[in-house]
């Protein structure tokens, strides 16, 4: 990839910093629109290294309670993936530096059409994607066209890979690895360090990309534990959780909530600071 | 949008699907988590070890006829026949199988497959609850821990077969999110996979998923066709000249028509239209759907401009699932099979229509498949047959029915 690339420098920076970095998920739109957009913008500041950004879908088969309610909030309040591309293309307004990944199902961009969407979401300033249901098996589909059109194609790698599975998925893989610490769905367990470390050695000796591990990550001790063996932390359930914990009884985002999320934020990078 | 199918060659047989990407032209592949491709390639190569196991078939064939109770009749419905005033009328008499209707036929073929694997425990979706009982009956008798995940909606509307799990030892999962039917049970059955991919094997209950499933499932409800082929044979001394199946996900309909797909046979598949295919309060997903991608597999969904499911609406919550198994939709698009829709109002009369001129009370699903073919055996001549799958007993549905009429019990 070419010197514009924003995610290696983005690991880049962290290895000279000597430490490794905060990826924080939010869903689009959620739970409005603006409230969204202004969280996003606020993420780099308050301690996301590189944020994931989720494409709403209706029905999230990978995700666990949290993030499918995070789903539905956005779709209830408009969201498209239309919006989620004019969300990033509006960060990019005030931020340069921090990589931007869309992580989600198929189906929308399918529907979108593939290599308009690959277009639209490279002018857009979109870094990469992560396609929860498009497997190596499934590369022909968008893997491809993101590839060659200029797009990170970020995989997840899991517990369930075993070696002949891990070269596959690693084959097409660029900008940096997902490890999913857990076979299960976000928002549930979490792994113990020492097996993620364990595993990780393993994933290791077929790649020098930089590894992030996610999935069951809530607590800035975790983050930091991680942080120890792995590139990058993910983190997504808890500040889902934490947008949840500050909405009213009919759902509307409460005036506090751009701190409450931004101070979590805060204290989950801390982890990684000290 | 449209991407090219990647069987493009002319075509010799429609029985030869999929490939070996598990695709049937456009539609089919393997749409799912790479934490679950290990499992579903472990899959793909024990179903063919199986499919080449003499014992494997033995097994199957051995309960398929004294537990199950095949072969399942296939009757003449004379009464109806003469009511109507056209073609001869045919029943293949599914929903006389132990349990009441054809799911049982798949449930127990997967769960040989599932004990040859060494899999501890058995999960399952359920919309009717015909396929959880199916499931939740196999297990019992295999001794498997069930559980079966059923839309919170489903749970209300199919209150007999809720017990009948319970009874069989199943435990159910009552699911809200969504509207609380199929589509939504089986997100949360994927997500139980997910979570428990050593010990778990996933019981789906028709053809649609992640291949291999599409194919599993059709090659264990194809006993159906093959009876009826033999039996229609044996009682006519030739092919029938139209076939007739309702579809939810499709697995009765594939059983059926699979077999009779190369013979010049007439063939169609009949969705549910609910209030009417210019509501949006309805089923069919071939006529009223596009290609899109879900739960494992491309296939015609609902769903709106932004690649968002629709909510599927039927009065049978066997036929109330927003897709369709991948083989129909290449079926559709290669003109083979017709597919239409019925609804609500005139399912419930093909219902009444049964029980009175048949004495045989109908599950809501196949009800839907004879409203159709009350619609065509009029225009048709009488030396010519039509089939009709009877793929369920009605039983499940009485509360529903009376509901609809008005009535109370
Ligand atoms: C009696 C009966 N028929 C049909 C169906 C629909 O499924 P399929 O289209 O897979 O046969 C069901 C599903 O629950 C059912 O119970």
Redesign the pocket.
């Given at each position: 990839m070419s010197s514009g690339d924003r995610i290696a420098s983005t690991f880049e920076r962290l290895r000279k910093e000597g430490r490794a970095g905060l990826v924080t998920f939010v869903t689009a739109g959620d739970p409005d629109p603006g409230t969204s957009q202004q969280l996003m913008e606020r993420l780099p500041a308050a301690g996301a290294d590189i944020i994931e950004l989720g494409m709403p879908f209706s029905d999230p088969m990978a995700d666990g309670p949290a993030i499918q309610a995070a789903n539905l909030r956005a779709l209830a309040s408009g969201a498209s993936l239309i919006g989620t591309l004019d969300m990033v293309r509006r960060f990019r307004q005030n931020n340069s530096d921090t990589p931007v990944i869309l992580m989600g199902y198929f189906n929308p961009i399918y529907q979108y059409g593939p290599s308009r969407f690959v277009t639209d979401a490279v002018a857009a300033g979109v870094d990469g994607l992560i396609m929860v249901d498009l497997p190596p098996e499934e590369d022909e589909e968008l893997c491809d066209p993101a590839r060659t059109g200029g797009l990170h194609w970020v995989r997840l790698v899991t517990p369930t890979s075993n070696e002949g599975r891990l070269k596959q998925v690693l084959q097409n893989t660029s900008g940096f690895i997902y490890y999913v610490s857990i076979a299960g769905i976000t928002g549930t367990r979490s792994a113990a360090a020492s097996s993620i470390g364990e595993a990780l050695t393993e994933v290791r000796k077929h790649t020098q990309l930089p590894i992030a591990v996610g999935f069951g990550i809530n607590t800035a001790e975790q983050v930091r534990e991680t942080g120890e063996v792995a590139d990058g932390a993910v983190v997504g359930s808890a500040i889902i959780r934490e947008i949840e914990n500050n909405l009213d009884e009919s759902g509307r985002a409460k005036p506090e909530l751009l701190d409450q999320v931004t101070g979590l934020v805060s204290t989950l990078s801390g982890g990684l600071r000290s | 949008m449209a991407l090219t199918t990647r069987n493009s060659e002319p075509l010799e047989s429609y029985r030869s699907g999929p490939d070996e990407h598990g695709r049937f032209g456009l539609f089919g592949g393997r749409f799912v988590a790479e934490t679950l491709m290990p499992l579903i390639l472990d899959l793909e190569t024990a179903y063919s070890e199986a499919q080449e196991s003499p014992e494997f078939q033995r097994d199957f064939d051995y309960y398929a006829a004294h537990y199950t109770g095949r072969p399942s009749p296939l009757y003449f419905a004379k009464s109806l026949t003469e009511s109507l005033g056209g073609a001869k009328i045919y029943f293949k008499r599914d929903e006389l199988n132990h349990t009441g209707?054809?799911?049982i036929n798949n449930t127990l073929g997967q769960i040989l497959l599932a004990k040859r694997m060494g899999k501890s425990r058995i999960i399952a979706e359920t919309?009717?609850g015909?396929?959880g009982v199916a499931t939740a009956t196999v297990c019992a008798l295999f001794d498997l821990p069930c559980v079966v995940y059923m839309g919170a909606t489903d749970i209300e509307r199919q209150a007999p077969n809720v017990f009948r799990m319970k009874l069989l030892g199943a435990e159910i999962v009552p699911v809200t999110s969504g509207t609380g039917t199929l589509k939504d049970a089986m997100n949360d059955a994927l997500r139980d996979w997910v979570a428990n991919v050593a010990d778990t094997f996933y019981i789906i209950?028709?053809?649609a998923g992640p291949h291999p499933y599409p194919a599993m499932v059709r090659d264990f409800q194809s006993i159906i066709g093959r009876e009826t082929k033999e039996q229609m044979f044996a009682a006519e001394g030739r092919l029938p000249d139209t076939l007739v199946a309702?579809?939810?996900?499709?697995?009765?309909?594939m059983g059926l028509f699979h077999p009779f797909l190369d013979d010049p046979v007439q063939i169609v598949g009949v969705e549910a239209g609910g209030y009417g295919l210019e509501t949006d309060k309805h089923a069919a997903s071939l006529t009223g759907g596009r290609p899109g991608v879900l739960h494992g597999n491309r296939t015609y969904l609902l769903q709106n401009e932004d690649g968002q499911i629709d909510d599927a609406h039927s009065i049978s919550a066997?036929?109330d699932y927003p897709g369709i198994g991948p083989e129909h939709a290449w079926l559709h698009d290669h003109g083979r099979v017709d597919y239409v829709s019925v609804t609500d109002s005139e399912a419930l009369e093909a219902f009444k229509l049964c029980c009175r001129a048949e004495g045989i009370i109908p599950?809501l699903?196949?009800a839907h498949a004879l409203a159709h073919v009350a619609k065509i055996a009029p225009t048709m001549d009488k030396e010519q047959i039509i089939v009709m799958n009877l793929?369920?007993r009605g039983d499940k549905d009485i509360f529903t029915v009376a509901d609809a009429l008005g009535v109370e019990i």
């Open positions: - | 209707s054809h799911k919309g009717a015909q396929h209950g028709t053809v309702c579809i939810g996900g499709g697995s009765n309909a066997g036929l599950a699903e196949p793929c369920g």
